[in-house]
């Protein structure tokens, strides 16, 4: 499996920039929460032994995390500093004032998911100097988006087309 590199957060392009996804700590595999766990709304009515179901609903939304490093290729790869000018860079493209954006990973077989989030940014320091910044996702519900699908369908009687969009992740939605 093929962990993604590159990101794309409100137009922005995270390798355009010179930045890339790391580890810093080494993990790229491991059990995740995503928080998005369902709880099912259920009565019991009097004097009946079965519970119903009348739908569910989510306690919070989507989260999760990862790092990210400028990497200079032409030095062997190797980690450089983000001195404070790029930090100031990140902190006003990343922490965003002004709401909810979209964010997609650019790499790898999910580059047409979606997430409407906000972005918390933590600095990675070793010794003095920081190296890189771990990201904090929060997104507007427990699920992604997916590009608008569209279908057409025409009336073979007339020859009316009518054009139904779906940019929901749930099927049937």
């Known amino acids: 499996m093929a962990y993604p590199t590159n990101f794309e957060f409100n137009g922005v392009n995270l390798n355009s920039i010179g930045y890339t996804i790391v580890s810093f700590d080494g993990v790229t595999t491991g059990e995740q929460d995503y928080e998005?766990?369902?709880?099912?709304?259920?009565?019991?009515?009097?004097?009946?032994?079965?519970?119903?179901?009348?739908?569910?609903h989510t306690e919070s939304t989507k989260k999760f995390d990862f790092e990210i490093g400028k990497i200079n290729c032409s030095k062997n790869n190797k980690i450089e500093e983000i001195v404070p000018r790029e930090q100031?860079?990140?902190?006003?493209?990343?922490?965003?004032?002004d709401g909810y954006k979209y964010f997609r990973f650019l790499d790898g077989e999910?580059?047409?998911?979606y997430y409407?989030?906000?972005?918390?940014?933590?600095?990675?320091?070793?010794?003095?100097?920081?190296?890189?910044?771990?990201?904090?996702?929060?997104?507007?519900?427990?699920?992604a988006y997916s590009d608008i699908q569209s279908f057409e369908i025409q009336n073979f009687q007339n020859g009316d087309t009518i054009q139904i969009f779906n940019n929901s992740d749930v099927i049937g939605s």
């Open 110 to 113: 999910n580059d047409d998911i």
């Open 116 to 143: 409407y989030c906000t972005i918390q940014i933590k600095w990675y320091k070793i010794a003095s100097t920081i190296y890189g910044a771990h990201l904090y996702i929060t997104c507007d519900s427990t699920n």
């Open 88 to 97: 100031a860079f990140l902190k006003r493209w990343l922490e965003r004032a």
């Open 36 to 56: 998005d766990a369902l709880s099912y709304n259920i009565s019991k009515a009097a004097n009946n032994p079965q519970t119903q179901i009348h739908g569910f």
